[in-house]
C-alpha cells in the first residue's frame, strides 16, 4: 500500500496508526466501538474525498465515511479499511436573499443552525446539534421544524455527491433525478455527499419546552390524552412522551428521583405565549406530581439535549414507527422494557423510551416521491439505553432490546438512522417491498459492486461482473 502516492496529492490529511492524531481520530460518537482503520483520510475537499475512494478501490479496502460520527452502530470506522473523515470539511455559507444554505458534508447541525439563525432563517435539523448534517439528512431527519417544513431530507434541493468511481456527480430534480430520489432517505449507499443545499425558511428565534411528570401508574391516562392531542395540534408543536429513570432533577420531589417515571409534553417553535395556550389541554385529568416550561432560544433549544448526547457513553438503542398508540401499546411504552417479576431490576439500569410525534407536513409529501418510506407515522419511538462501564453492556443492551421487542407488535416499521443490529430485517421495515426495489435499482446504477456497503445497506438489484463486492454482516454493538 504505496500511501505517499494519496499524500502527494492530498490537501487534507492522511493518518496513519503509528502516528500522532490516529486514536483520535477513528474515535466516534458511541463509546462501544473501538475499530482500527488501516488509514484514516481527514478530507479538505471534494478533491480529497474522489481521490481517497479511488485509492481504496484499487486496494481493495473496504470503505467507511464519517460525517458527524453519530451512528449507533459506528458504521464509519472499518476494521483494516479506510475512513474517509469528513469532519474538516465543515463549512456552511448561507444565502439570505434565495433562502438557501450550502453545507458540506462534514457539517454539524450546530453549526448549520448559527449561520442560519444569524440571518433569522433555519431548516429542519435534529435535536442535538453535535449530529452530522449528513448522517441525519440521507436517512430522512427528524427535528423541532418537521411538522412545519418536513424532515431534513425534504429540504434539499441540490447534492453533490463523490460516486463508487470516485466521480463528482450532482443530483436534484434536474440532474440525475433518480439519485436525488435515493439519496432522500437511503442512506449511504448511492455515493459520498460532500455538499447539500438546503432550503431555508424564516424562523422564530423563540421556543418553549413543556414536561408533565408522572408515576407509572398514572402514566396510562396522561398518554391517552397527549395521543388525542396529536392529531389536532399546531404545527408549532412536536409532542413528546419520555419514559425512564428520573435523573436528580430539581423540580422533582426528592423521594422520586432515580425511580421509574413518564413524562407527557412538547416542542413549541414561536412565541412561548401562544406555546402555553396547548397545556390546559395537556393538564387535564390526574394532576403531575411534577411539571416544567422552560423558554428558550431556537439556539439553546436545538443544543437542549447536548450534554446527555455527549460523547463517551457506550450506547444501544432501538426504534419503531407507530401509526397507533392504543391502551396495550401505551402500557407497553410504560413498562421501559421491565417484565412481571422483575422486580429485582435496579431502576437506574432500565432503557428510556421516547416519543416523537409525526404529521404535518411530513405526511403531506406523497409516500414515493422520497426514498423515506413512513409519512403516515403518528409517533416514532426509540429506546435507548447509554452506560459507562463495560461490565454493564450485556444487561443494559438485553434490556433495551426487551423495551424494543414490548413494542415491536404495535410497529409499522423503523428508521432507518435508528437501525443497530436488525440486519435485511430491518431494512426490510425500514423501506417496504415496493421502495427497497427501487433503491436496489439505483443501487445497481451508482454503485454495482457495493463499494459504499458499510452502511444500512441495500445490495445491487442484480448480480454483476467484476471486482468482488464486501459482503457486509450485520452489525452488533461489541468492542
Known amino acids: ?48 474525498v474522489a481521490a481517497a475512494v479511488r485509492f481504496a478501490r484499487d486496494r481493495g479496502l473496504e470503505i467507511g465515511v464519517r460525517g458527524g460520527g453519530h451512528s449507533i452502530a459506528g458504521l464509519a470506522v472499518p476494521t483494516g479499511g479506510l475512513m474517509i473523515d469528513l469532519s474538516l470539511m465543515d463549512a456552511v455559507r448561507v444565502d439570505p436573499g434565495r433562502r438557501r444554505g450550502r453545507v458540506q458534508g462534514g457539517a454539524l447541525l450546530g453549526g448549520l443552525d448559527r449561520a442560519a439563525q444569524s440571518f433569522g432563517l433555519a431548516t429542519t435539523a435534529g435535536n442535538v446539534s453535535h449530529t452530522g448534517v449528513g448522517g441525519l439528512t440521507l436517512g430522512g431527519g427528524m427535528g423541532w421544524l418537521a411538522r412545519q417544513f418536513g424532515l431534513a431530507c425534504d429540504n434539499v434541493a441540490r447534492f453533490e455527491v463523490v460516486s463508487a468511481d470516485g466521480e463528482i456527480l450532482h443530483a436534484s430534480e434536474t440532474e440525475n433525478q ?45 398518554l391517552r390524552r397527549w395521543r388525542d392531542l396529536i392529531a389536532g395540534a399546531p404545527l408549532r408543536a412536536t409532542l413528546t412522551a419520555w419514559a425512564g429513570p428520573a435523573g436528580n432533577w430539581p423540580f422533582l420531589p426528592p423521594g422520586l428521583r432515580g425511580r421509574p417515571m413518564v413524562s407527557v409534553g412538547y416542542v413549541w417553535t414561536g412565541d412561548p405565549d401562544d406555546g402555553r395556550r396547548l397545556l390546559p389541554a395537556l393538564r387535564g385529568g390526574t394532576s403531575p406530581v411534577a411539571e416544567q416550561t422552560e423558554e428558550l432560544t431556537y439556539l439553546q433549544l436545538q443544543s437542549i439535549d447536548d450534554a446527555a448526547q455527549a460523547a463517551g457513553q457506550r450506547r444501544y438503542w432501538k426504534g419503531h414507527y ?25 431502576p437506574e439500569l432500565l432503557a428510556s423510551g421516547e416519543l416523537q410525534a409525526y404529521g404535518g407536513a411530513i405526511a403531506d409529501v406523497g409516500p414515493g416521491e422520497t426514498a423515506f418510506s413512513h409519512r403516515s407515522a403518528l409517533i416514532e419511538f426509540v429506546a435507548r439505553a447509554g452506560w459507562t462501564d463495560p461490565a454493564e453492556d450485556q444487561a443494559r443492551i438485553s434490556i433495551a432490546r426487551r423495551y ?9 416499521g423503523a428508521y432507518v438512522n435508528d437501525l443497530t443490529d436488525e440486519g435485511a430485517e430491518g431494512i426490510r421495515r425500514a ?12 443501487k445497481h446504477r451508482y454503485d454495482p459492486h457495493n463499494i459504499f456497503h458499510l452502511n444500512h445497506n441495500i445490495p445491487a438489484s442484480q448480480p454483476t461482473t467484476g471486482p468482488p463486492c464486501h459482503q457486509h454482516a450485520p452489525v452488533t454493538a461489541r468492542k
Not at 32 to 41: G, S
Not at 326 to 335: E, L
Open 322 to 346: 407507530l401509526r397507533e398508540f392504543g391502551d396495550d401499546a401505551i402500557g407497553a411504552f410504560v413498562s421501559c422494557g421491565a417484565r412481571d417479576g422483575d422486580g429485582q431490576i435496579d
Open 178 to 222: 433518480d439519485l436525488f430520489w435515493g439519496l432522500r432517505g437511503g442512506g449511504g449507499n448511492f455515493g459520498i455527499v460532500t455538499e447539500f443545499e438546503f432550503r431555508l425558511h424564516p424562523v422564530s428565534t423563540a421556543a418553549l419546552t413543556a414536561d408533565l411528570f408522572y408515576t407509572p401508574q398514572d402514566a396510562p391516562q396522561a
Open 1 to 48: 500500500m504505496n500511501i505517499m502516492n494519496l499524500r502527494r496529492s492530498f490537501a487534507g490529511q492522511i493518518v496513519l496508526p503509528d502516528e500522532a492524531g490516529y486514536h483520535q481520530a477513528r474515535r466516534v460518537w458511541n463509546a462501544i466501538v473501538d475499530r482500527r482503520p488501516a488509514v484514516i483520510a481527514r478530507c479538505a475537499g471534494t478533491a480529497d
Open 431 to 442: 423501506y417496504g417491498t415496493g421502495q427497497l426495489a427501487r433503491l436496489a435499482a439505483i
Open 404 to 412: 424494543g421487542a414490548a413494542i415491536e407488535p404495535y410497529a409499522s
